[in-house]
Structure formats: C-alpha cells, structure tokens
C-alpha cells in the first residue's frame, strides 16, 4: 500500500512539474507572437513564407526552357538574374517569350534544379507568345 501511494505522489508531482514547464513555453510563445510583424501572403503557396519572401518584385523576363534535370522552364530576366518559377502556369510555358511577372523570391527553399531562385508568380502577362511545348519538340 505505502509503495502505491508513493508512486501515486511521484506521478502525481512530476505531471504537475510538466504542466507548469508547460504554460512557461505557452507564455512565451504568446509573448513572442505579440511582438512579431503580422505578414499575410497574398497567394497560399505549399510552402512557408517567410518575411523576406513576401517583398513583391515585378521585371519583364524571357522564358527559357532548360534541358537539365529533367526539364524544366526558367526566367532570364533584362538585368541577366536567372529565377526558378515555381507556378508557372502552362499557358506560358512557351521556350523564347516574354513576360512581365510580379511575385516574390522564395527563400530556403531547395530544388534539384538548382538554377535560378526560386521565384512564386502572383501576376503574369504575355508579352511575346514563344514556342509552345516542352522538352523532346523544342530542342
């Protein structure tokens, strides 16, 4: 009997130690979330954003496709900076047009790509129509 209420005590104490280390985390974590800058994403990427990312950046840019890794589209900016669309939508997927984009950079995000940064598109327009397709009929 005295062995049952022994560990009933130590149980007892330790799950009450627990809660109490408990609601010091949940009082920070409430703390630091009232001093951190609220940032609402104008698009709902599958990836988290991050303060930096949400810096809107418009340029005109041309479409390349690049035969590496399996394929895949890029944009060569005017000012030579080479971003990895990570929505471009297939209308513009056209190897040698022109867009204007507006988005933001994606940091921390890895690719096996590994060209250009990553870039999420929240506005594009055709400038000048290039080669429809992909891959195996462009090059």
């Known amino acids: 009997m005295n062995k049952?209420?022994?560990?009933?005590?130590?149980?007892?104490?330790?799950?009450?130690?627990?809660?109490?280390?408990?609601?010091?985390?949940?009082?920070?974590?409430?703390?630091?979330?009232?001093?951190?800058?609220?940032?609402?994403?104008?698009?709902?990427?599958?990836y988290p954003l991050t303060e930096v990312d949400m810096k809107q950046l418009s340029f005109t840019a041309t479409v390349k496709y690049m035969n590496l890794e399996g394929g895949f589209f890029g944009l060569v900016a005017k000012d030579g900076k080479h971003w990895l669309p990570m929505n471009l939508n297939k209308t513009f997927q056209q190897d040698g047009a022109v867009i204007k984009v507006r988005g933001h950079a994606v940091e921390g995000l890895m690719t096996i790509q590994q060209w250009g940064k990553p870039f999420s598109i929240t506005h594009i327009e055709l400038i000048k129509a290039g080669r429809n397709g992909t891959g195996k009929n462009l090059h």
């Open 4 to 46: 049952q209420i022994a560990i009933l005590t130590l149980t007892s104490s330790l799950l009450f130690s627990c809660q109490q280390a408990d609601m010091k985390s949940t009082e920070k974590v409430t703390s630091d979330l009232q001093t951190t800058k609220s940032v609402t994403p104008t698009v709902s990427p599958k």
